[in-house]
């Protein structure tokens, strides 16, 4: 069997790797030139970890990233609304990584060109065009200068081509733009002094707006890291996106300016770890409407292109690892591609779809706001307010629809 993949992201990357080590053949193609280290922070999630594991990279992971040691949630005046420890500490066999999202890509990167050689993956080539039969599935490219760079056939076509992935739009051509929910992710990362324990994550803030805080990766000394920072706040009404999705767009730092006092967090100066920053990016927070299907015959969907959500609950891209598994798996139990992705379809789908909800009400990071709706001042005692039973049933229920509790990720591994 042979796979052609479509966009060299964390999903596609991760997919050419589940799939090598099953013995399927892997040709993967992307349209940027090269393939870099673009993006700032994210957290990877135990569950994706532990398939990342399985393929070998723990210890390079364990190189370039932060083992996160605990989650804070507070309201935008410091005080503590939730607290827990993540990761090992919190009972798992593997962590939960703060890590540069271009680095976590890198280390998927090197371990495709180790072992798939760097023939699988060709680059400068955009999609334009695929077409199937029952034989098999051609897709078609071409270069950044709009001449043809070629096609490559295969048995399945797996696109992994992010939110606005080309796949997509010729499967569903009257989709539309991604939906824009009127706010701004900013963020970006600097060298800053430690805080906490130096593996500690901070989400703070109200319904306005959110400040979240951690390290990820080792600074220019023993006592400093590498530390990202974002804020997510409402500029618009609800509509079509101002400027187009793009992980690499410099941000308006006169956008930014308001919100900065908002904030007060007894851990860490966050308006000069702001103003520290040098480069500051910015993403709309679009999402799109869960598909009725991802798969039609030989070709599906993967990743952003198949469930763009907003980047709450540290999910993105643990999705689309999770994703990569289920789909390789499939791929060697069916006895035909198109029953392969129809399965896959079925076990990921409706996951998926839950979470992109789940995401636009808040996900996790919506005990926060519930807090905040019963004390908009602040408080003298959390229990008093929203009682811990409460306050575990939004955090955990998130972590259980999401399939990271504890047990949910030891069945998996």
Excluded at 18 to 43: K, P
Excluded at 163 to 178: M, N, T, W
Excluded at 264 to 273: E, G, K, Q, S
Excluded at 342 to 363: D, K, M, Q
């Amino acid at each position: 069997m042979k796979a052609i993949i479509v966009g060299g992201g964390i999903g596609g990357l991760t997919t050419a790797l589940m799939l090598h080590a099953r013995g399927i053949a892997v040709e993967l193609y992307e349209q940027a030139d090269a393939i870099r280290e673009l993006g700032v922070g994210i957290n990877t999630l135990p569950h994706a970890i532990s398939e990342l594991a399985e393929l070998g990279l723990l210890d390079d992971l364990d190189r370039v990233a932060i083992r996160t040691h605990e989650l804070i949630y507070a309201n935008c005046l410091g005080q503590e609304v939730w607290r827990e420890l993540r990761g090992t500490a919190a009972g798992f066999r593997v962590p939960q990584f703060s890590i540069h999202r271009g680095r976590l890509q890198s280390v998927i990167h090197a371990a495709v060109v180790d072992r798939l050689g760097p023939a699988a993956i060709r680059t400068g080539c955009r999609l334009t065009a695929f077409e199937q039969e029952e034989a098999g599935v051609t897709a078609r490219f071409v270069d950044r200068d709009n001449r043809n760079a070629g096609s490559g056939r295969g048995d399945v076509l797996i696109a992994a081509d992010g939110i606005h992935s080309a796949v997509r739009s010729q499967l569903f051509p009257d989709e539309g733009p991604p939906a824009w929910n009127g706010r701004v992710l900013w963020r970006g990362a600097t060298d800053w002094p430690a805080f906490l324990d130096s593996r500690s994550m901070i989400v703070a803030g109200g319904m306005s707006a959110k400040l979240v805080i951690y390290p990820i990766a080792d600074g220019s000394a023993p006592h400093r890291k590498l530390t990202n920072w974002a804020i997510v706040a409402a500029i618009g009404a609800a509509g079509p996106p101002p400027r187009r999705e793009d992980w690499s767009r410099r941000a308006r730092r006169d956008e930014i300016a308001p919100f900065l006092d908002r904030f007060a967090i007894p851990y860490v100066d966050a308006r000069a770890l702001i103003e520290a920053t040098a480069d500051v990016w910015e993403y709309p927070m679009c999402d799109r409407d869960p598909l009725p299907r991802w798969s039609h015959g030989r070709v599906t969907l993967l990743g952003d292109a198949a469930h763009p959500m907003y980047p709450v609950g540290s999910n993105g891209a643990s999705q689309a690892i999770l994703d990569a598994r289920c789909l390789a798996d499939a791929l060697v139990a069916a006895g035909h591609p198109a029953q392969a992705l129809a399965a896959y379809e079925a076990e990921r789908l409706p996951l998926t779809a839950a979470i992109v909800h789940a995401n636009r009400s808040g996900g996790p990071e919506r005990v926060i706001d519930a807090v905040e709706e019963l004390a908009p001042d602040g408080f003298g005692d959390v229990e008093a307010v929203l009682p811990y039973a409460e306050r575990e049933a939004i955090v955990r229920g998130y972590a259980r629809r999401a399939g990271f509790t504890p047990d949910q990720v030891g069945r998996a591994a």
